[in-house]
């Protein structure tokens, strides 16, 4: 009887320990009778003063938790699997990973801590004035028209931070870190305003950092299906027949388009960026449709959707407008005396909007809120777009929380989804998408894109997209051509023009101009099977859709702050970004198919010549980018190069002209021989929360080079809208294209192509 009595006792005390460090603080006393707290959070190691408590923020997931072991001796703290934080007697923090001892200078003040330093930093954020350079040395968080920046950063030393607060200062979040030389030493300090956390995350790479980043903050929630094809957006929808009229021409010219977005106009007759600090107008409506473009609400909501399959979202600003419903919140205080910051970056007070500003922070307001937004949903508005609510760091949080309770109290399973113009950490877990901001329209604003994206992502939101075309002045055919063939390769494809300027749609530019967009709108929906399964692998794992060069490639150190070319899950982009159609791109060593080109080939389904446009020719591989040798070419308008390596597999649609259609016709898989290769397809009822249930198909497509078989197995129930039919094409090293013949898309099931030779579409 001693040896169940035994691990009994041992069960208990392993379960007491466990209990214990679930909510295990160490408290230290350091020099100048200071005293640090070390914790854990998640996937995070967290120091703070234990002058006072852990904040609370809306940065972190909620629903994460903590456990770790004490560490004792000389220095004290605590201990994970991933790493340990500890501090000795003199106030030096230590944090052990697998990669080595990060350690800080002595602490000796309440705010500020400084860590030795010896690589780069990513993260943090963007704006114009810092989007060609990936990695950062001096970020003051804040949010803006076109910038933000965030308290995180990844630091090659092998970890990620992340600094919480006690409160913001309006539009700034006083959590400021700056990379300091010392001779031959560098430092990064944090400088802290008020009460503060850091977390640290121990991360040997880029990749492992923002995974741990965004289990800490949560993961993205795949957006509804629709979020992933084309939205067209303008100030100045005129009248009911003009919706109409575009929406049919977009049908007529084949332009695939799944959503339309509306300005001002869609609920009110006048802007209110005239009205006075704190007052409003008796005939300003704030929520409601305008009858001159939505006489019949309801009806038109459902017909547009039935007749066009086009969803319709509206701009909401965070303020009131109307003078009687302003007077009622303000004796409510549920008002802010805050102010929208001016245009430009960076933001400067007073500002607009004084005083008008809805406090979303208050959990009544939201309430409130969210029963006045009852009934736009139940007359069928999709989403909202989100703008002008810089006026607090954790404004567009709020806000969004308001909104997505308003939607789930009208439609408990239908999925969240907005797009709003800024951003802090946290706001993705909501559903929430973003946007680059009122960009101009020039070509160096274009160029700023890639690099805005890219460092977005890493700062905390990896669901981004622009104004395509630029939003402030006239654009060209040719530069919203270039701009369409960027977005297109962003999570969210969008144009957008201000008002009194020729609205973006593809028909006005001219014959070239349109057969160019129509192409590329054909891509962008031709890779939504594929940008769909990304979006849902990075909510089960964190690991981003979208993401640097110096991600997947790290020992290359020509890409390693390279912003102008991105990587779009195995896809390599690099659009053209200049006037005058010059391009030069680097592939990191090896084989590339040029994509581009290979989809080309087999829409066509004849022999091209497809000799790589950039680096060097070759007669012999036709399909192949060899040796790159960066030299510059001119590249036609409707050329978007796009390089993928042997062993992709990818999974593509057909050219649809909305996401309903989505697996009405044959699955396409393309794969790129040279190497084995996988992918997940995922398929689910593209609008509801059901998948986080389990309620999808995920389909493990795998390629094995040396038997030249394609091989399938799926789990789950196939969705309603899911593929019933699979075909597919192998590219091999020579550059020879072949297609299978159609299949049935079983739960499981083959394709070899060593039986296939009268289908070789060209050798």
Known sequence: ?????????????????????????????????????????????????????????????????????????????????????????????????????????????????????????????????????????????????????????????????????????????????????????????????????????????????TQALYTLTGRPPVPPRYAFGFMASRWGWQDRVYIEDTLQQFRDGQFPLDAIIMDFEWFTNETDYGYAPGEGQPYYQDFGFRDVLFPEPKYQLADYLQRYHVRVAGIRKPRMGNSKLLQELDVKRWLTEDCEPSAGYPPSYPGYACGRHVNFSDAAVRDWYSGQMQPLINAGMAFWWNDEGEHDYFAFHHWNVAQKQALEEAHPKRRFFSLNRAFSPGMARLGAAVWTGDVLASWDWLRNTPGTMLKWVLAGHPMVGCDSGGFVGETSGELLVRWLQVAAFMPIMRVHSELKVKPHWPWLWGKDAANAMRQILNLRYRLLPYHYSLAHAQYETGDLWIKPLAMDFPDDPEVNSLTTQWMDGSILVAPVLNEDSSHEVHLPRGLWYRLDKVLQAADQTARKSLKAVVGRRTETRPQLVAEPSGSKVTLSLDEVPCYVRPGTVLPLSSVVQHSDDIGNTPLEVFIFGGADGEFKLVEDDGWSTNYMQGAKRSTQLTWSDASKTLSWQSSGAPPEQGFTAIAAYLIDVEGNMTKAPTKKLMAAGTISFKAVSTNTIFQ
């Open 1 to 209: 009887m001693a040896a169940p009595r035994y691990g009994a006792m041992k069960l208990l005390l392993l379960l007491l320990n466990a209990c214990r460090g679930a909510g295990l603080e160490v408290v230290a006393d350091i020099p100048q009778g200071r005293r640090l707290a070390l914790s854990c959070k998640g996937p995070a190691l967290r120091l703070r003063l234990a002058s006072a408590a852990p904040l609370e923020t809306p940065m972190l997931d909620p629903g994460l938790s903590g456990s770790c072991t004490e560490v004792q001796g000389k220095e004290r703290g605590v201990s994970t699997a991933a790493g340990s934080l500890t501090v000795d007697q003199l106030g030096v923090v230590r944090l052990r990973t697998p990669g080595g001892v990060i350690s800080s200078i002595p602490v000796r003040s309440d705010q500020m801590i400084g860590f030795y330093q010896k690589k780069r930093l990513f993260g943090g954020g963007s704006s114009s004035q810092d989007s060609h350079d990936l990695t950062s040395t001096k970020v003051i968080p804040m949010v803006g028209n076109t910038g933000v920046y965030t308290p995180h950063y990844y630091s090659e030393d092998g970890y990620a931070a992340l600094a919480v607060l006690e409160k913001t200062d309006k539009n700034k979040y006083p959590a400021v870190y700056e990379m300091k030389t010392f001779g031959s030493s560098q430092r990064v300090y944090w400088y802290f305003t008020g009460a503060w956390d850091l977390y640290l995350m121990p991360a040997q790479t880029l990749r492992e950092g």
